[in-house]
């Protein structure tokens, strides 16, 4: 893969300055007197969230379509991820290499990626190249060129990723236990598809995701840097105010995950055991989502002070790695985990990630386990904001969960309100270690 080729592959590398950092940190610590938060719409009605910031010539702006890889046709699966990686491979006169030339020279980054729920894209540019950055946008968006070279190679690249997949441990875990949770529902289909769904894709399936999912109505956009909001409007309408108006009529259906208490064992001998584990969980609108986030950092996600790492750990040194996450969908929600450990400790692993399971759901947590955690969610939040494009990625994130524009101001009020009833009710009303679905992919002793 050239230099070229491989560079859309790449982290995003933040380009602000130690000086911006503390600058962010202290405006998200008093949000209120130092963030303004504006809605922006453009002449053609194209919404966007800006946060003003001319400390450096810089704009990153963040955008996301409602719809993701779940809506792939069935045979399809890894159809918009496909898309997301092609679209900046050439459009209107630019072939691939000349598209791609241009971003360079213009010193432009353009990406796009999928997830299950939503299409996105990110642009960071210089202040003064705006205009011609905002341009190729709108090229890639609505003129890709989607030339049969690209397509083969881009398709050659993907596979390729496939195949290394299919000898990963974790990533064999995730997907079985994602198709065990949603066995008939698009869930449960992989974001990048399978090796024959992709070998299915043509040029044609390919033009038409773009002209049926990428429309105005389902579109989200969050802008951070030098930029005024008069001068915003007219580059929305610049970059987004072609595309189709409304999208295709499709949406996929609410789910709940199958979670039935068992136990698969994935045969593959390496050393190490890589298990997945996952339980019903609160999506991002409900009432109890802030209790449920507190009690998720309480026990797993809380680094070196979490339940599950002091008593798997820390205390007995069973396993390289443990943690848990919420993942709340659009149309379900889990409560994930994740952990590594020899083959002859999966099984003393396992027992003890259900037993801490049902002590934290009979028992609870403690008060102090409660201020810990309440004080180090409060107090880390600044750490999200290093970036113009973290920030830009945080405003669309606002919009596409209805969170309100004034979410900044107040998501440290949501945890503080959290209380000690609150979080024990909730872990016994939710956590059930006869329901965690456990995946493990290895050959883990004595793991039925």
Known sequence: MSCMQSRRFRHWRPIFSFVLWAVLVVIVVHPAQAVTVQRVISPQGIEAWLVEDHTNPILSVRFAFRGGAALDPAGKEGLARMVSVLLDEGAGSLDSQAFQRKLEDLSVQLSFNTGRDTFSGRLKTLTKRRDEAFDLLRLAMTAPRFDTEAIERIRSQIIAGLKQNLEDPDSIASRALMKRLFPSHPYGRPVQGTIKSVKTIQKSDLQTFVKKRLARSKLIVGVVGDIRADQLGKLLDQAFAKLPKEAASNSVKNVMPVTEGKTTVIKKQIPQSSIAFAQL??????????????????????????RLYLEVREKRGLAYSISTGLYPLEHAALLWGTSGTANKRAAETLKLVRAEWSRLAEKGVTVNELKDAKTFLTGSFPLRFTSSGRIASILVSMQFNKLGIRYLDQRNGFIEKVTLEGVNRLSKQMLDANKLSIVVVGSPRGVQ
């Open 281 to 306: 969980g609160l999506k991002r609108n409900d009432p109890d989502f802030y209790t449920m986030f507190v009690l998720n950092y309480i026990l797993g996600r809380g680094g070196f002070t979490s």
